[in-house]
């Protein structure tokens, strides 16, 4: 018999700890599928580690994520003493954090070393000095993290335990970087690809279940993202649905929000064209979908929410699109007409984010190529597994010719580990599952 | 590619003449530059044909290698180009300025040698070059060497392979490939990898028929212009080359001289158009922040010759951890100056960067002054800026700009207006919050005034050093360790160079 989601998620996470607490290699790998409950594996054993009486240094990525973190942690644990190291810059934390007696803030380690736990960005760890190592480090969001910041901070710690997932964005440079690409340390790959070639025999774990994605997604996420690393959803089909209060009034938005509402997935689909990035089209499509949504009520019923469901506000929706200038203009379209507090942003800044319904705009609608860029497996991956009920996808029509006419065609470089699946094929597997449900407008 | 270059492309398609795209010079050009235009052997690799090389347009020097195959003659060609270019090289040694950094007085070069090679090939070339010279050895080296180096050559493979490396900081002008000098101040009606044909660039910027001149042929079937190399076109090695080294090679009298004379009917016409591209470049101003880039070309020139004079190994094969981390890191900070040095140098770059929502220029139209709370209160002073831009802002956000002094100030958006998403002027009100000296009022000159034309940047002007990375020995283990403690069968250490390299594999 197989186990349940719970008992599959709980044994991979006792297995994690005790590599972490008891195990003599000295770093751990976890990857983690969206929504896998990463942070909660992140706060729980960052406190195992402390009542163990090891002295814990936490490295993640962004100002952001520290905050969240130590935030979690210390509601977790009102009574854990936690350092938060921040920059000197004005505002350098979020004033959450004052709430917490038991978190201590400064800009300089001296302050804080004593602590059980402290906490930064990899930036700012690497200006640490003079202090004696860690005895252990918890490197979160671990794929984000480029070779050389992990070079800078590696010298803090003893022991490690790397989480991240790996199906997100890849670290990037700004320069070129081709001169190091098949070196185990490139600078410019992953923290993850450099550690774990250099240390073949680390223990790589799993988590197995995801919280967030909703049973409709799970398959198609695991599939076309990870398909020699499956996971699976949480939740049962129907344990989540989405009810739309008002009728439909017929049209294009209104039809693809119901079957959205019916099957967790939709796609709207403009007639073929090529435009400009920010397609005045397919921004008011995506505008006109989010502002039908709010004026329909969605109700989303889950295993959280109380009987009657919880209302789908705005708070509770996401845009999301590839490049900066799309989301400017969409938000400007949504504030024309009359809708804020929705998230409008690109998937870098979606990323490890949660919302109830998300409406994307397609990295390759409208264009006339496929470059790199728009074709990274990581960006769609991240787009299309933000939510916990629906995802409604608007592109102009023609993506499945256009991705035949470019193929990837990127260099292959002796030494560099091929990514599965590349970013063509991920592509596809979406497509092919939304043209089903597919609105034409 | 920007907004406005794509326009610019297209209004050259459409006129028929290559656009500008800069309106200063952003790039140093030194006035005495060493041009170097070099030819390969199709179907090995660093075989060199011959090379057209020489600071003085009328009296260029040819060098040819007459059949490129025979080692002997290669390292002959080799020795003559050491012969020419490394004392061009060296004149810049020895006349030193002393600069301050960190509290230390420290030499730097003057002025530094720049080499102009045609095009980005070219670049590929001399780091192909420098990296056959490098690990050779010659006689005096290690009287035991089979076949001995000629006795410069190796060094002049250290410069070129220190001068490739050089290239690849974006901003840098120590190696520069006369059309991505030209690509970046002209905008042609054709692909950027057409534009790699130095001929047809310049028949785009000065006018001419540019498919002419990269296709046209005469009645023999030859180029009329040929390719800038260092590749030569297969219908000259075909019908003119192969035939006159099968005589070489038969030892006929004169056939070298003829090879002489088809090689130089090649190169000429490419060291002209080089020199044509450095006329037409200078008649450009060179941008305000070009010399405080040449200036890291002067340290970077420095710091390797006294790499020579300490007696150091040649540039290894392979980059270390932490060599690699380095350079990276200082090349992202230097591609994020260059950024941002270019657009505030000329208003036709800062143009591209306000249309993409970067930047915003407008007009005063209120200054309110306010101080900060605290023991101790700054001025603070808010500034009403009406603009056309539309400038991706929230509140929160900071924007910097340029004083009269040369100083960076910076401010933090309050608030844009509440037309901020609809057509027309926008209002954003921004809170200055530095440049304005230590004072309880502003210093002369750091406040704006209404009716002020101001223009605010999205992103700093200068980059942010990183923070220190270990030195080799203390490579942590997540990286393998230190270079030399790696363990046998782990993953291979980056090589130190080979002391007694005898080959020299590619």
């Known amino acids: 018999m197989t186990p349940t989601p719970g008992d599959a998620a709980t044994r ?40 163990a009486g090891r002295r814990l240094m936490i490295v993640a990525q962004t100002n952001a994520q520290v905050d ?103 670290p990037f440079a700004i320069v070129g970087s081709e001169q190091w690409a098949g070196l185990t340390y490139d600078p410019s790959t992953s923290a993850v690809t450099t550690l774990l070639a250099h240390n073949p025999g680390l223990p790589q774990r799993r988590l197995p279940v995801s919280w967030r994605l909703p049973h409709s997604a799970a398959r198609l996420v695991s599939d076309a993202f990870y398909p020699y690393t499956a996971f699976r959803s949480g939740t049962g089909p129907g344990d989540r649905r989405l009810a739309l209060t008002a009728a439909s009034d017929g049209g294009a938005a209104d039809r693809v929000l119901d079957i959205a509402a019916e099957t967790g997935w939709g796609l709207l689909e403009l007639p073929p064209q090529h435009t400009p990035r920010t397609d005045p089209e397919a921004v008011t499509a995506v505008a006109g979908v989010v502002r039908r949504l709010l004026e329909r009520g969605a109700v989303a019923h889950s295993e959280r929410s109380a009987d009657g469901g919880e209302p789908v506000g705005p708070d509770r929706i996401a845009v999301g699109t590839a490049h900066r200038d799309q989301a400017a203009a969409i938000r400007a379209a949504l504030a024309a007409l009359g809708v804020r507090g929705v998230t409008v942003d690109t998937a870098n800044r979606l990323q490890g984010r949660e919302f109830d319904v998300t409406v994307v705009l397609h990295p390759l609608s409208g264009r006339p190529d496929a470059t790199a860029f728009h074709l990274e497996t990581g960006r769609l991956c991240v787009l299309t597994s933000r939510h916990r009920h629906a995802c ?11 991705l035949d006419e470019y193929p990837s065609a990127e260099p292959v470089r002796l030494g560099v580990e091929v990514k599965f699946p590349d970013g063509w094929e991920a592509h596809q597997a979406v497509l092919a599952h939304l043209a089903e449900l597919r609105v034409r407008m | 590619m920007s907004l406005l270059t794509t326009l610019a492309r297209a ?63 290669r390292f002959g060609f080799l020795a003559r180009l050491a012969d020419v270019v ?36 070219g670049v590929d070339y001399v780091r192909l070059l420098g990296r056959s010279m490098r690990f050779r050895r010659t006689a005096e080296e290690d009287p035991d060497t089979p076949f001995p180096a000629p006795p410069r050559v190796p060094l002049l493979g250290r410069w070129l392979t220190h001068y490739a490396e050089r290239a690849r900081t974006p901003g840098s002008s120590l190696l520069l490939a006369m059309t991505e000098l030209l690509g970046r101040h002209w905008a042609t009606g054709q692909s950027q990898l057409e534009d790699q044909h130095l001929g047809a660039l310049l028949a785009w910027i000065r006018g001419g028929d540019p498919e002419e001149v990269e296709r046209g042929r005469d009645a023999s079937g030859q180029l009329l212009t040929p390719p800038a190399g260092p590749a030569t076109d297969p219908a000259f090695d075909n019908r003119l080359l192969a035939k006159a080294t099968a005589r070489f090679d038969a030892g006929i009298p004169g056939s070298g001289d003829e090879i002489d004379a088809l090689l130089a009917s090649q190169l000429r016409p490419t060291w002209d158009a080089v020199w044509e591209g450095v006329t037409l470049l200078r008649e ?16 970077s020139y420095t710091g390797h010759r006294d790499r020579l004079r300490a007696g150091e190994p040649p540039q290894p094969r392979r980059d270390d951890a932490t060599t690699a981390a380095r350079k990276l890191a200082s090349r992202e900070r230097a591609q994020a100056e260059l950024a941002a040095g270019e ?34 209160p700054r001025p603070r002073p808010l500034v009403v800026l009406e603009t056309d831009d539309e400038p991706y802002l929230d509140p929160g956000v900071k924007a910097h700009r340029v004083l009269a002094t040369g100083k960076t100030q910076t401010a933090e958006v309050v608030e844009t207006g509440a037309d901020a998403d609809g057509p027309g002027p926008r209002t954003v009100v921004l809170r200055l919050t530095s440049g304005m000296g230590r004072g309880k009022t502003p210093e002369e000159g750091s406040l704006p005034e209404p009716g002020d034309a101001l223009c605010f940047t999205l992103f700093e002007h200068t980059a942010r050093s990183g923070a220190k990375l270990p030195d080799p020995d203390d490579t942590p283990w997540t990286h393998g360790g230190p270079p030399s403690a790696a363990p046998a069968d782990g993953p291979r250490p980056a090589e130190a160079p080979d002391p007694v390299t005898a080959e020299d594999f590619l």
């Open chain 1, 12 to 51: 991979a996470t006792d297995e994690i700890l005790a590599d972490t607490l008891h195990g003599t290699a000295r770093g751990v790998v976890v990857d983690s599928p969206p929504g896998a409950g990463k942070s909660t594996l992140v706060v729980r054993a960052a406190r195992e580690l402390a009542a």
């Open chain 2, 284 to 299: 450009l101003a060179p941008g305000t922040r070009v010399p405080d880039r040449w200036t890291g070309d002067r340290w």
């Open chain 1, 68 to 170: 969240d973190l130590v935030d979690r942690l210390a509601t977790a644990d009102p009574g854990l003493p936690v350092g938060r190291l921040h920059s000197s810059d004005p505002h350098p934390y979020d004033r959450v954090l004052d709430r917490h007696a038991a978190v201590r803030k400064s800009a300089k380690i001296g302050d804080l070393a004593e602590l059980p736990i402290v906490v930064s960005t990899a930036a700012k760890w690497a200006w640490v000095k003079d202090v004696d190592p860690w005895q252990h480090a918890i490197v979160d969001e671990a794929y984000q993290m480029r070779s050389d910041q992990l070079l800078a901070v590696g010298r803090l710690f003893e022991r490690a335990l790397f989480v991240g997932d790996p199906g997100q964005l890849d």
């Open chain 1, 392 to 402: 409604v996808v608007v592109s102009r029509a023609g993506i499945p010719e256009l």
């Open chain 2, 86 to 121: 490394l004392p061009y090289l060296e004149s810049y040694a020895d006349d030193v300025d002393t600069e301050l950094r960190k509290g230390e007085e420290l030499e730097v070069c003057a002025d530094a040698p720049q080499i102009l090679v045609p095009s980005v090939p």
């Open chain 2, 343 to 376: 657009a505030l140098d000329d208003p036709l770059v800062m143009a591209s960067r306000r249309l993409a929502g970067e930047a915003f220029a407008g007009t005063v139209t209120g200054v309110e002054m306010a101080m900060s709370e605290g023991r101790s």
């Open chain 2, 11 to 73: 209004e050259a398609v459409r006129a028929g003449r290559a656009q500008p795209v800069a309106t200063v010079r952003h790039r140093h050009l030194s006035g005495r530059p060493l041009v170097l235009v070099p030819l390969t052997a199709a179907g090995e690799a660093a075989a060199p044909l011959g090379a057209m090389v020489g600071t003085d347009r009328d009296a260029p020097v040819l060098l040819t290698v007459r059949q490129p195959r025979d080692r002997d003659l």
